[in-house]
């Protein structure tokens, strides 16, 4: 299987930036379709970006477009979630996932998960 990895994750202001990392190793990387997903208390998990094997497509939240951006390094097995004007609303523990078939926007289509990473945003 694949094991992956977030970093990143801290306190900040409101308008602030952030950029959150997720090392992955185990399986072929480069083959399969990454995502991040967020959970903030008492929500279920929900969608924030998806990025396909090879970068060349990319998918967002309606909430989180214009303000974050995913991309990813293949050659060192990382997928990046850059993430500006940060608002209270965006906290959460963010999950970064892998899909080996696509890049998916719902938690179903994901076959690897991280950990987690938490993010808080202060007003």
């Known amino acids: 299987g694949a094991t992956l990895v977030e970093s990143g994750g801290e306190m900040v202001q409101a308008g602030g930036s952030l950029r959150l990392s997720c090392a992955a190793s185990g399986r072929t990387f480069s083959s399969y379709g990454m995502g991040w997903f967020r959970q903030a208390p008492r929500k279920e998990r929900e969608f924030v970006a998806a990025?396909?094997?090879?970068?060349?497509?990319?998918y967002y939240a309606d909430s989180v477009k214009g303000r974050f951006t995913i991309s990813r390094d293949n050659a060192k097995n990382t997928v990046y979630l850059q993430m500006n004007s940060l608002k209270p609303e965006d906290t959460a523990v963010y999950y970064c996932?892998?899909?080996?078939?696509?890049?998916?926007?719902?938690?179903?289509?994901?076959?690897?998960w991280g950990q987690g990473t938490p993010v808080t945003v202060s007003s």
């Open positions: 990025i396909s094997w090879s970068g060349g497509s990319t």
């Open positions: 996932a892998a899909d080996l078939t696509g890049a998916g926007t719902h938690s179903y289509e994901y076959d690897y």
